[in-house]
């Protein structure tokens, strides 16, 4: 197995401290999102000007760990029941999403110029290194595919917080976690709990394993009125800035570089995406009784961990925003290959 050298390592923690220097920052700027956005910026800004940064997954893997560990912590039995009633809303966005990146890969095919099938997994709204994956399966451009995430990512993480915090949005649905006190004893089972069920989920290949497992183990001992332990605050500080570091490395000058006519496109239509999302969200706030910011973070084309961590960060209905991107994630997961045969086969034989 290949073991890191000294000087990488000096590298990463380089790395992270400048993270954690401009998380610092961006918090007493009262920034939204300090933790992630601050990390975001100043590694892709120093990823822009040649740094030799780069993450390894053991990296993304804790900082997701803690965010889904986290955000469990919401879901209390009387906000599962509020999510049951809600479900025929979550379908209806599920759908949602899947006609947007359907539109959204029809757009970007025609702006760029790549071949549709490229376009339909670098507009389909889920993670990216799934959605890398269904393209290398399909004879996809890769590479196209990862840099279309990870842009869009950057630009929604960018956009999203930014516009809530400008229109003072915050507050206004009253979800907390069932537990706010640190006990040692059960802090050590609650992580000793989640990480299993991350390396478990690992080792059955599902998609976010590090989210989705540690969030759904901890959803149980929430839900179940089991109080082991909140996670300390500089745990959650720390799994930000490690999402915010990962994505931030993804941004090197040949990233801009390769394809600027495919990447003005990917940010023209990740545009596009979020104007009509927040129509959609407008729709679902005014006829299904939501509030409006909830809304716009529970239907945006963000990630779970990004979308969520906004949710936390300003107050909003933090386990409504999880329960719509995880089941978001989930059916897009299971249908975008079936969906991608049907369409080849029975609307563009071409694609």
């Not at 073991?3 to 380089?14: D, K």
């Not at 269904?134 to 990870?150: G, I, K, L, P, W």
């Not at 960018?158 to 640190?182: C, N, T, W």
Request: hydrophobic share 60%; with cysteine.
């Amino acid at each position: 197995m290949h073991r890191p050298s000294y000087q990488s390592i000096l590298i990463l923690l380089a790395g992270l401290l400048i993270a954690f220097i401009a998380a610092e920052l961006f918090e007493a700027w009262h920034a939204p999102l300090p933790w992630m956005i601050g990390p975001l910026f100043a590694t892709a800004t120093a990823r822009l000007l040649h740094a030799p940064f780069r993450c390894p997954w053991q990296i993304r893997a804790a900082g997701q760990w803690a965010i889904g560990t986290v955000l469990g912590l919401y879901f209390t039995p009387s906000v599962i029941a509020i999510l049951v009633t809600r479900g025929s809303i979550i379908l209806i966005a599920v759908i949602f999403a899947l006609l947007l990146g359907l539109i959204c890969a029809w757009l970007l095919a025609r702006l760029s110029g790549i071949t549709r099938s490229t376009a339909f997994f670098c507009m389909a709204i889920g993670g990216a290194s799934e959605m890398a994956a269904q393209a290398q399966r399909h004879h996809a451009r890769v590479d196209y595919v990862a840099a279309a995430h990870s842009l869009r990512l950057m630009l929604v993480v960018a956009v999203i917080p930014f516009a809530l915090k400008f229109f003072d949005v915050h507050g206004q649905d009253a979800y907390e976690p069932a537990i706010r006190e640190v006990h040692n004893l059960g802090l050590v089972l609650l992580i000793a709990l989640t990480m299993s069920a991350a390396f478990v989920l690992q080792k059955m290949r599902w998609p976010n394993a590090w989210v989705i497992g540690p969030l759904l183990l901890s959803i149980g001992i929430t839900a179940s009125r089991l109080s082991l332990s909140a996670l300390p605050i500089w745990m959650s500080h720390a799994g930000q800035l490690f999402i915010g570091f990962s994505l931030g490395t993804h941004f090197t000058p040949s990233f801009i570089r390769g394809a600027p006519r495919f990447m003005m496109s990917v940010a023209l239509c990740t545009i596009f995406a979020l104007i009509v999302s927040a129509s959609f969200a407008w729709i679902l706030a005014n006829f299904y009784n939501m509030n409006f910011a909830t809304a716009i973070l529970a239907t945006s084309p963000g990630g779970i961990a990004e979308m969520s961590l906004t949710a936390k960060n300003l107050e909003l209905g933090v386990p409504i925003v999880t329960a719509f991107h995880v089941s978001r994630m989930a059916v897009l997961v299971l249908t975008i290959g079936p969906l991608f045969r049907l369409l080849k086969k029975y609307v563009s034989p071409t694609i």
